[in-house]
């Protein structure tokens, strides 16, 4: 059901010999752009022409009715908008503490440099739809540009035939839930266009977020610099380092749980405990025909991207989770904080027994907006600060500016750029420069 890697004895770069999700976003561009380009010249007829052709539903507007909001909170089941509120209590604690404060550094005497912290003025923020439904997404989404002070949002989520062509009524409810009322009907390429170019009711916005498929990552990627993005993000990922102490039904199960989101979801053990290996395997084998999802979990967990990876020791073991950069790292050793303590590049890292990553994507408070692919090396999940610019506000007066000035020439002219070192002694004469 799941491959063996073993890197034992094998004490080189593991980067090239670790299961990876096929993702080609480059190849998707060229099917995204006649469908951005068609957003951006016709706006909302187009919205609704490519609705019809990719989701089988025919709207008149893409905006979602205030009532249609309204109505599906009103219809929510009471456990579900008890764990929805509960999910958004926790993730405000976590992202309210994470705010920018203004700093002011006193370079010299009257001269100084402060970083303001300013919130982009306008998001979209994109829920998927597809396999299964994410109200959890819109909470992700939502809380960090609202705690950023965000002045205005708009999500937008595929319609569903089956609600008549509205976005799921979870989704809705989840919207109403944090005060969202800007709300659209449609997904895909078309959706990141729409935030992108603005389309009917739909400003114009600076920044999209939030995870999709192969469609919404090559969009981002075709209109990054017409519209900032969080990430491009691609297939799910678990990785999960343990040695013989963790427990081959918790690892199973958690594996398990990541290959549901889809057939090209990473489940991933790494494992110095041959013994540990085999139980694992054992216990996916009873889990997995018992889960719901099981055809569409046997084809993750058995696919390329996929499998227990062997090593020699726990040091090996690390060496490959910072290779790897997963989505979500579960530690489950003997000393799961000391070990984590060393992981360098994760999406989030879970600790322990009772740290499960789906925790972690519905109340833990964390974020699960988080970098894929690998990503993780170089980039962050979505947090308030996704949502801030720094600004930089530089402010001195003649005796700062004088006695500094001779060496804002000197490095204008080594430039080869006079009018720059001019434009200062055109303030400072070089007999008043110190």
């Not at 068609?38 to 706006?43: M, T």
């Not at 819109?138 to 937008?156: F, T, Y």
């Not at 519209?227 to 993000?233: L, N």
Request: charged letters at 25%; hydrophobic letters at 45%; glycine letters at 10%.
């Amino acid at each position: 059901m799941i491959s063996r890697i073993d890197l034992r004895g094998n004490p080189g770069d593991p980067r090239d010999l670790l299961p990876r999700a096929e993702f080609d976003v480059e190849a998707a561009l060229e099917k995204v752009r006649p469908i951005c380009d068609d957003v951006r010249h016709r706006g909302v007829e187009a919205l609704i022409e490519l609705t019809e052709r990719f989701d089988g539903v025919r709207l008149t507007d893409v905006r979602v009715p205030r009532e249609a909001v309204d109505s599906a909170l009103a219809g929510l089941d009471p456990a579900v908008r008890a764990a929805l509120e509960e999910s958004i209590r926790r993730a405000r604690l976590v992202h309210r503490d994470q705010r920018r404060e203004d700093v002011t550094t006193r370079v010299v005497p009257g001269g100084t440099v402060t970083e303001r912290w300013v919130p982009v003025d306008r998001v979209g923020l994109y829920v998927p739809g597809g396999r299964a439904v994410y109200p959890s997404s819109v909470v992700m989404n939502v809380v960090p540009a609202q705690e950023a002070g965000v002045a205005s949002l708009a999500v937008a989520s595929p319609p569903q035939a089956d609600f008549g062509g509205l976005p799921h009524p979870t989704i809705l409810a989840a919207c109403a839930l944090l005060g969202v009322e800007e709300v659209y009907a449609v997904g895909g390429a078309q959706a990141v266009a729409m935030f992108a170019y603005g389309a009917g009711e739909c400003d114009r916005a600076n920044l999209v977020t939030g995870p999709g498929n192969i469609w919404v990552a090559a969009a981002k990627r075709l209109l990054k610099g017409v519209i900032g993005i969080d990430s491009e993000a691609g297939p799910t990922e678990i990785m999960v380092l343990a040695d013989g102490t963790a427990d081959p039904g918790h690892v199973a199960a958690d594996l398990i749980s990541q290959a549901e989101h889809d057939v090209v979801a990473a489940s991933v053990l790494v494992t110095a405990s041959e013994g540990l290996a085999a139980a694992v395997e054992a216990e996916l084998g009873k889990r997995v025909a018992a889960t719901r999802h099981s055809e569409r979990v046997a084809e993750a967990l058995g696919g390329r991207q996929s499998g227990i990876v062997l090593v020699d020791d726990l040091e090996q073991g690390l060496d490959v989770v910072n290779a790897y950069g997963a989505e979500h790292l579960e530690v489950m050793t003997a000393d799961a904080r000391g070990v984590a303590d060393r992981v360098r590049n994760a999406g989030a890292v879970f600790l322990g027994a009772f740290a499960p990553v789906s925790l972690g994507d519905y109340c833990a408070g964390s974020n699960h907006v988080l970098p894929t692919g690998g990503c993780a090396c170089h980039s962050s999940g979505l947090s308030v600060q996704t949502f801030l610019r720094g600004i930089h506000i530089v402010d001195y007066d003649r005796a700062a500016l004088a006695g500094v000035a001779r060496h804002v020439v000197a490095l204008a002219e080594a430039e080869d750029l006079p009018a720059h070192g001019e434009a200062v002694t055109a303030r400072i004469p070089r007999e008043e420069q110190a």
